[in-house]
């Protein structure tokens, strides 16, 4: 049986953080893509979740493209700032801004899965919304986010579509939310 995908995603959230604890942009976006995935597996409902947290992983792998560039994530804000561009709505900072609020929202979502095995996934995504995004989201977006939430797909098919053993999802899950947590902590701490 194939590895889920919290299993790999597991294995691949610490290496985003040097021992020294600064962030590694490409090792950090690499672990976003399998958020993706993980978004994803939730059903269509979560379909503009998946491209927001897609788009800012793009505008900011593009960043960390440009001849130059330092390897480390927190020095795309830094450039940004020096150029006087941060408070621009496609800033690169406001992307990373958006994709740590993304991941926030999706984090929270795991948790609440891990902490209760029989709430649908329905309730879990409201609540990890409530708790995360929407107090960032207008009238508008929130609408949309409540109309979405229809269409999110069943606790079983979401743990089916994750792949790997049924016995330990929960396991693999709960070592990746740990893995990831204190890199979304340092973004946090950083913005």
Known sequence: MSESVFAVA????????????????????????????????MGAGLYPAKMDVNGNIERLATASNV???????????????????DKDPKSNTKGLLWLKRGLQFVLRLLQGLLSDRSCKLYDVVSTAYTDTL???????????FSVALNVVGQRDGFEAACGGNPETLYEEMGKFVDTFSPVLTKIHDFL
């Open 10 to 41: 597991a294995v691949k959230a610490p290496s985003a953080l040097t021992p020294e604890g600064e962030v590694l942009t490409a090792e950090f976006l690499e672990t976003c893509r399998f958020v993706v995935t993980i978004i994803e597996k």
């Open 67 to 85: 001849a130059g560039a330092s390897k480390l994530l927190f020095d795309i804000v830094k450039n940004d700032v020096a150029a006087g561009t």
């Open 134 to 144: 929407r107090q960032y989201h207008g009238f508008l977006a929130s609408s949309a």
